[in-house]
């Protein structure tokens, strides 16, 4: 198993941009979410699935859109990149019943 | 809501001694905890968790964190910290809300002196 993948890694965008971050896990799990990291904040969740067709805003959901039309993909959205937005975005999935988390590499995202 | 405070931003220890990392979280009802280890430029991987039972858990890498219902803690330790070991500590408390989220602390960055 790959377990969880994120695509890209590393992205420069300029202000008002848009893109997707990709998040994809192939063990089945019915929980996908996504975090964003800031130093000194830990991480905050954004968007969060608990299934296929299922999605509700996190702590700090402004600016992402997200949908999961599939068990295995959850794409981030970002329609109009801002400054504020710089930080690095994990994805993570979680088994149905469970509760520990687990993550994909992450993508460092830089706006200018 | 729930929350969890690490309140040091940042530890340094000498190699081979030994470690403590202090988490205090904030939640109603039985809180699920859990500790993860983030190394540099890499993702978050999980050293433990606490759900129930006993008190005292062991983990991955020779860790290990004691949960103390009447202090709201769930500290984490190791006996002889390694080179290795330098990275930053996340503790996170889960409430077993819808979809089972995370709510993280801000982190304690480790340094580790030979």
């Known amino acids: 198993n790959a377990g969880v993948t994120q695509t890209p890694k590393f992205q420069v965008l300029k202000t008002g941009q848009s893109m997707t971050l990709q998040c994809a896990q192939d063990?089945?799990?019915?929980?996908m979410s996504w975090y964003r990291q800031d130093p000194g904040m830990g991480l905050r969740l954004i968007h969060y699935?608990?299934?296929?067709?299922?999605?509700d805003q996190g702590e700090v959901p402004n600016g992402y859109n997200v949908s999961r039309s599939t068990t295995e993909d959850f794409p981030l959205r970002l329609l109009s990149a801002a400054p504020s937005q710089t930080s690095v975005y994990f994805c993570?999935?979680?088994?149905?019943?469970?509760?520990?988390?687990?993550f994909g590499p992450g993508t460092r995202l830089t706006v200018t | 809501a729930q929350s969890v405070t690490q309140p040091d931003i940042h530890i340094t220890v000498s190699e081979g001694a030994s470690l403590e990392l202090r988490c205090n979280y904030s939640y109603g009802a039985t809180p699920y905890l859990f500790w993860y280890v983030q190394s540099p430029g890499q993702g978050l991987q999980l050293l433990l968790k606490?759900?129930?039972?006993?008190?005292l858990v062991q983990g991955i890498k020779g860790f290990e964190a004691e949960f103390k219902r009447s202090q709201s803690s769930f500290n984490l330790r190791k006996p002889s910290v390694h080179w290795s070991d330098a990275a930053e500590y996340f503790c996170?408390?889960?409430?077993?809300?819808?979809?089972?989220?995370?709510?993280f602390g801000g982190g304690t960055r480790l340094m580790v002196k030979p």
């Open positions: 063990m089945n799990h019915e929980y």
């Open positions: 699935s608990v299934g296929a067709g299922i999605t």
């Open positions: 993570a999935s979680t088994p149905l019943g469970a509760y520990e988390q687990y």
């Open positions: 996170a408390v889960s409430g077993g809300n819808a979809g089972n989220m995370l709510t």
């Open positions: 606490y759900f129930s039972g006993d008190t």
